[in-house]
């Protein structure tokens, strides 16, 4: 598709729908929004907008339609996958200002959002309602932006991901129109899901301008372990048999030595430098999660862990898992030198330990500097690997390193994001992984966006 770059008429007809402070075309604008937390190379738009409402969105997206405009949508740019850089340029939605929480109805578990609202906003605003959203990505991410990419984290083995908390969408769509879909009841079995449709579709298909999203209550009762191991298999064995346990822990991460030196350093923990799983389970209470710790620690030892400590009160257990929250910035921090690849894989709980191995292979014997962080509980893996700037042929080289533990992880039945999205840096797994119903997808995009304008350049190889 051709589209059009934006002329002065195109500046001062979208300048002209919002305030004068909502629009910029400015040099610092531009670089601020030409690239996410990403390795992927910088794409500036052409000029910037703030809307304020559903109904100044959906005038945009129809203008830039009629017009050919590429249009990308903003929400803080932490996206690991290049997902919202503007590679056709054209104007980017930036929702900063699309962030009022418009209602919360405690007795319903629910909330009202625009896309712009940060969820550890939302969560604080909760707090003396005894309710949260469980949904925990880390960095500080809008709620559009996770209905967008599907955002998970480290709970997602006992509380799920994104898609599993929106009850409601209010869609704008590239012909001007604004849709409602889902209901605020908590089941339905009411025609298509279009909600899951949207959810994970990297503003592709038509812009969130609202959410109704479903609340948890906040766990009564959490008790918390750290368990040292002498190799990232045994751990990763552990992880499965916890699993195969039935002890539903509500966040089972593995991290390497590398990643508990690094956070030793940076944040003054005093953890053992061995392959390390993080465990924490929640529950009613304390007696509950006494007999579960003690299920736990009989299942580390006999996969032969070398020092399980339960029991961390929730101060020690907050600063340990904000650390961990942490890691992505501090490995940027400590090898500024440095660009960073990360992998992003699901695998089958079955097939981890067969993964575990195939990233020992490709890593033996080179000089590369390694950071294994692990979503263990659900197979998700993120192997972080570093690369000198400027070193063209050793970036080759992670590149080849990716795309083989990515062919690898498809082979076995996994995917190749198990949580960042598709963005640029994985379009072109799409044949691999889904085949002929890819085919199917480009057709539901040709339906929503016959001109291609939404998001170009992203998911499709």
């Known amino acids: ?5 934006l002329n002065h008429t195109h500046m001062d007809q979208l300048r002209a729908m919002v305030d004068s402070d909502r629009f910029s075309a400015g040099e610092s604008v531009l670089d601020l929004h030409a690239r996410d937390q990403s390795s992927h ?4 738009p052409e000029a ?90 880390g960095a ?26 929106v009850l409601k969408l209010s869609v704008a769509l590239v012909n001007g129109e604004i849709i409602e879909l889902g209901t605020r009841a908590s089941k339905t079995s009411s025609g298509y899901d279009l909600i899951r449709l949207f959810v994970g579709s990297e503003g592709t298909l038509g812009v969130v301008v609202g959410a109704t999203v479903r609340l948890a209550g906040l766990p009564v009762e959490f008790s918390a372990a750290i368990v040292n191991f002498p190799s990232i298999d045994q751990a990763g064995r552990a992880v499965f ?31 053992d430098v061995l392959p390390t799983v993080f465990m924490e389970f929640h529950g009613s209470t304390t007696r509950q999660l006494a007999e579960i710790l003690g299920l736990a620690k009989d299942i580390c030892t006999e996969t032969g862990c070398r020092d399980f400590r339960p029991g961390l009160g929730r101060s020690e257990r907050d600063r340990i898992f904000q650390a961990r929250h942490d890691l992505g910035e501090m490995i940027i921090r400590s090898h500024p030198e440095c660009h960073v690849k990360i992998m992003d894989v699901a695998v089958p709980i079955t097939a981890y330990s067969e993964l575990i191995d ?21 197979g998700n893996v993120h192997l972080n690997i570093l690369c000198p700037k400027g ?7 992670v590149e080849a390193i990716v795309d083989r533990l990515v062919a690898k992880s498809l082979t076995v039945g996994g995917t190749a994001t198990g949580e960042h999205g598709i963005g640029l840096g994985k379009r072109k797994f799409m044949v691999a992984e889904h085949g002929a119903s890819l085919e199917w997808m480009k057709q539901i995009k040709t339906m929503f966006d016959p001109n291609g304008i939404l998001n170009p350049g992203k998911i499709f190889p």
Request: charged fraction near 20%; charge should be negative; hydrophobic fraction near 35%.
């Open 358 to 378: 195939a990233i020992n292979q490709e890593t033996a014997g080179t000089n590369l500097k390694t950071y294994y962080i692990s979503h263990a509980g659900n």
């Open 241 to 271: 048999e916890t699993m195969r346990g039935g002890l539903n822990p509500a966040t089972l991460e593995l991290l390497g030595p590398e990643c508990i030196e690094l956070m030793n350093r940076e944040a003054g923990l005093e953890l």
């Open 140 to 165: 500080r991410a809008t709620l559009g932006g996770m209905i967008a990419n599907n955002a998970s984290g480290t709970r997602t083995i006992y509380y799920g991901s994104t898609k599993d908390y």
């Open 391 to 397: 070193d063209q042929r050793q970036w080759q080289q």
């Open 48 to 137: 910037v907008i703030w809307p304020t409402s559903p109904t100044e969105v959906a005038e945009i997206l129809k203008y830039a339609n009629t017009h050919l405009i590429p249009i990308t949508g903003w929400g803080s740019g932490s996206s690991l996958e290049g997902n919202p850089i503007p590679l056709k340029g054209g104007l980017v939605l930036d929702f900063s200002r699309m962030n009022r929480i418009l209602e919360i109805r405690d007795e319903d578990f629910q909330a009202d959002v625009e896309p712009g609202v940060v969820y550890q906003d939302l969560n604080q605003k909760l707090k003396h309602t005894g309710l949260f959203f469980p949904p925990d990505p």
């Open 1 to 5: 598709m051709q589209f059009n770059s």
């Open 41 to 44: 190379p910088p794409h500036r």
